[in-house]
């Protein structure tokens, strides 16, 4: 029975178990669907289009500031303005978000001109796009 998949199995990614309808092979491993969806699905912050798209939307729709984003971008952001700006680590860890996550979130917040990077001495963080 070569190709079967056992009856169930562990994710890779987070270690949850696996019943074998619910298994996800790529590259030799094994995930559940929220994981393999998460590690292939990246938003580019530096997209250009995106930021002119969301642009528009956001002046159409009357939305100014924090007014449209979601409870967790709405948090990030005013962490991130209430500190002067913070490490994308220390993001992750604050709201308990994957690296990933913490990644797409601030590229969303980026095409809405509402943060962006900064070099420090100490590396990279996210600020105010006004900083």
Known sequence: MAGEKSSS???????????????????????????????????????????????????????????GLTELQKAIYDFIVSRGGAKKEEIAEKFGISARETENQFALLRHCELLKGQKRADGVYLVSFDA
């Open 9 to 67: 199995s562990v994710c890779a990614a987070c270690g949850c178990q696996l019943s074998a309808e619910d298994i996800i092979e790529e590259g030799g491993e094994t995930f559940c669907e929220d994981c393999y969806i998460e590690s292939r699905h990246k938003i580019q912050a530096c997209d250009p289009w995106a930021v002119r798209s969301k642009k528009i939307f956001r002046e159409e729709a009357g939305l100014e500031g924090t007014e």
